[in-house]
């Protein structure tokens, strides 16, 4: 994976060339067919994701096990998944590919190691994960709102 692929990638946001690349060495790779699983709600978050390429849904069960919500879909450069290093809770929702996608893996335990080892790098990836949940979680008020307001 060449560097310069992730270095628009908002969870890497700020980081330098060798930086990305310690990111790259303790991470893979993997391709995802169109409807193929990448993780089910309730599945323990061992890793968090970067979408490289194509298009992943995030999705919750509803009451009925029939029917799936969408929650968010997920574009190049992002970063999906990210509960798991914060909290070691199970998956909260579902990953779909919803088209051919190419994934960016990063295991948990590693990640934590490396960001232990180049705390700048912790700090850093931290502060993009602070800007990218407080981004989603106004997003969801704004929609919350909108929804208790059509009534």
């Excluded at 096990?65 to 574009?75: F, G, N, S, Y």
């Excluded at 190419?102 to 912790?122: E, R």
Aim: hydrophobic share 45%; aromatic share 8%; proline share 3%.
């Amino acid at each position: 994976m060449d560097w310069k692929k992730l270095q628009k990638a908002e969870i890497f946001s700020g980081l330098s060339k060798e930086q990305i690349e310690a990111v790259i060495a303790i991470s893979e790779v993997k391709d995802y067919a169109a409807d193929d699983t990448v993780f089910e709600e309730g599945d323990e978050g061992k890793e968090i994701f970067v979408l490289v390429d194509g298009k992943v849904v995030i999705e919750i069960q509803m009451k009925l096990k029939t029917e799936k919500a969408l929650v968010h879909t997920v574009a190049p450069d992002q970063v999906f998944g990210e509960f798991a290093l914060m909290d070691g809770q199970p998956r909260s929702a579902s990953a779909v590919a919803v088209k051919d996608s190419s994934l960016l893996i990063i295991p948990i335990p590693a990640f934590n190691t490396l960001m232990k080892k180049q705390s700048d790098i912790g700090f850093i990836v931290m502060h993009n994960f602070n800007r990218i949940l407080c981004s989603r979680i106004r997003k969801t008020n704004r929609e919350l709102k909108a929804s208790l307001l059509w009534d």
